[in-house]
C-alpha cells in the first residue's frame, strides 16, 4: 500500500523559512510526478508545486521565487524549501505523487495527510 508522509511544518514569523518533506513508501519502483498542494482556511485547495522525475518543475505564480521543489527519486521524498514566508502562505501544505509505479500495479492520485504551516505577521 503505497503511503506518503510529509513532515516540516510548523510556526514561522513573516520573512522566515521552512522545509517540507514528503516520503513516500509502499514497493514503489518510481513515481513520475510528485507534487505539494495547500488548503487555507475556507478556500479551495491549489497547487503550490510539481516536479516530475526528470526534474521539470511547476510553480503557482505567487510562490515562484521564494519555494523551491526538489526531489531524491532514489529516496521517493519530495521536498519543498519555503523562503520569505508570508501570512497567506498559511495553510495545509499537502503532498502528491501520481503516476506510481509499485509492486501491486500502477496507481494515480496518492496523497498525504498534510502538515499545517502558520506564518505570522
Known amino acids: 500500500q503505497v503511503q506518503l508522509v510529509e513532515s516540516g511544518g510548523g510556526l514561522v514569523q513573516a520573512g522566515g523559512s521552512l522545509r517540507l518533506s514528503c516520503a513516500a513508501s509502499g514497493g514503489i519502483f518510481s513515481i513520475n510526478v510528485m507534487g505539494w498542494y495547500r488548503q487555507a482556511p475556507g478556500k479551495q485547495r491549489e497547487l503550490v508545486a510539481t516536479i516530475t522525475k526528470s526534474g521539470t518543475t511547476n510553480y503557482e505564480d505567487s510562490v515562484k521565487g521564494r519555494f523551491t521543489i526538489s526531489r531524491d527519486n532514489a529516496k521517493n521524498t519530495v521536498y519543498l524549501q519555503m523562503n520569505n514566508l508570508k501570512p497567506e502562505d498559511t495553510a495545509v501544505y499537502s503532498c502528491?505523487?501520481?503516476?506510481?509505479?509499485?509492486?501491486?500495479?500502477?496507481?494515480?492520485?496518492?496523497w498525504g495527510k498534510g502538515t499545517l504551516v502558520t506564518v505570522s505577521s
Open positions: 502528491n505523487a501520481d503516476r506510481v509505479l509499485h509492486t501491486r500495479g500502477y496507481g494515480m492520485g496518492y
